[in-house]
């Protein structure tokens, strides 16, 4: 796992985005599978991961994620993007999968800007 000054502090990084995006709608019933090896499973653990990808959602766009899907058309353009990818919409956007790459990248500079304070 992404620790790091000690295990102190959690970094978050593109790859376990897309993999919390990926299981969003099954990940209290199935788990977050971390690796190959390894499904968190706990309830508060994935509370928090996916309060923090929701909170990393809203604050990328315009939008406010409620961790639902009822229009596209309220939010912004990296937003849309990863909620076509949590629920396998077709994404209609030019050059969608190099912005969703920069979209997980936001989302992850967001929740990593208080690692060096």
């Keep these: 796992m992404p620790w ?3 295990y ?9 985005l897309q993999t919390i995006a990926g299981n969003y709608e099954t990940l209290y019933s199935e788990g977050l599978p ?3 090896s390894r499904v968190i499973t706990d309830p508060n653990s994935i509370a928090e991961y996916k309060a ?3 909170l990393a959602l809203s604050k990328i766009g315009r939008g406010q994620w ?7 058309r309220p ?8 909620i076509s990818d949590i629920y396998g919409l077709p994404m209609t ?11 997980y990248g936001a989302m992850a500079r967001v929740l990593n ?3 060096n304070e």
């Design 75 to 82: 939010f912004g353009k990296f937003q849309r993007l990863i």
């Design 8 to 16: 102190t502090e959690f970094y978050y990084s593109r790859r376990l």
């Design 52 to 54: 923090d990808f929701d």
């Design 113 to 115: 800007c208080n690692t």
């Design 34 to 36: 971390v690796s190959e």
């Design 4 to 6: 790091i000054n000690d």
């Design 93 to 103: 956007i030019n050059y969608a999968p190099q912005l969703l790459g920069r979209a």
């Design 66 to 72: 409620q961790g639902y899907l009822e229009k596209l």
